[in-house]
T-cell receptor
Framework: DSGVTQTPKHLITATGQRVTLRCSPR?????VYWYQQSLDQGLQFLIQ???????AKGNILERFSAQQFPDLHSELNLSSLELGDSALYFC????????????????FGPGTRLTVL | AQTVTQSQPEMSVQEAETVTLSCTYD???????LFWYKQPPSRQMILVIR??????QNATENRFSVNFQKAAKSFSLKISDSQLGDAAMYFC???????????FGGGTRVLVKP
């Protein structure tokens, strides 16, 4: 158990709908990262938050958004869902944000499997 | 941009034998970190081993060790005394020191034969 929790484990929805994925980082971790794992794109970084602020953005679609709350949990919102959004969405957390944090390791949650029908 | 390449889609190993997974990467950074993550059928991403690019000594973690060749930009993982529980997808990943995004390779599936 990495200490990172994600809910729900599975989500099945229809095209055009909106869903929210939730992540609670490890105790003491201020950074949260979201990754998408799909069959055709592999594992891709979406977005990073540090202590409530957006810190880095990757290949995140405009239909997707995220936020980190004062209690440090994070939510990834996916809207106008398409079939191609079906994937496993991981949240990871680490202690620091950036700037030479050498030993900083990202620990992953169990993921949320999203199926869009 | 940084890239990570795993050229072996699948590797098979006999229980108790040794298997080596290949990983090559490309980055313009001089300081960076390399990781191997394991993803068993449960789909959980589990950190196996980490290597700091500034360290010449290869990292070792129990039965797992790496061969880090900085000039060649190669970072292979050796699994010794393979066990049935080692069967999983293994991902090589790269992170710059100054940033925190992980860039992953495409993965190598390891099959362990009893």
């Amino acid at each position: 158990d990495s200490g990172v929790t994600q809910t729900p484990k599975h989500l099945i929805t229809a095209t055009g709908q909106r869903v929210t994925l939730r992540c609670s980082p490890r105790s003491g971790d201020l950074s949260v990262y979201w990754y998408q794992q799909s069959l055709d794109q592999g594992l891709q970084f979406l977005i990073q938050y540090y202590n409530g602020e957006e810190r880095a953005k990757g290949n995140i679609l405009e239909r997707f958004s995220a936020q980190q709350f004062p209690d440090l949990h994070s939510e990834l919102n996916l809207s106008s869902l398409e079939l191609g959004d079906s994937a496993l969405y991981f949240c990871a957390s680490s202690v620091v944000s950036s700037g030479g944090a050498g030993a900083d390791t990202q620990y992953f949650g169990p993921g949320t499997r999203l199926t869009v029908l | 941009a940084q890239t990570v390449t795993q050229s072996q889609p699948e590797m098979s190993v006999q229980e108790a034998e040794t298997v080596t997974l290949s990983c090559t990467y490309d980055t313009s950074e001089s300081d960076y970190y390399l990781f191997w993550y394991k993803q068993p059928p449960s789909r959980q991403m589990i950190l196996v081993i980490r290597q700091e690019a500034y360290k010449q000594q290869n990292a070792t973690e129990n039965r797992f060790s790496v061969n880090f060749q900085k000039a060649a930009k190669s970072f292979s993982l050796k699994i010794s005394d393979s066990q049935l529980g080692d069967a999983a997808m293994y991902f090589c990943a790269l992170r710059k020191a100054a940033g925190n995004k992980l860039t992953f390779g495409g993965g190598t599936r390891v099959l362990v034969k009893p």
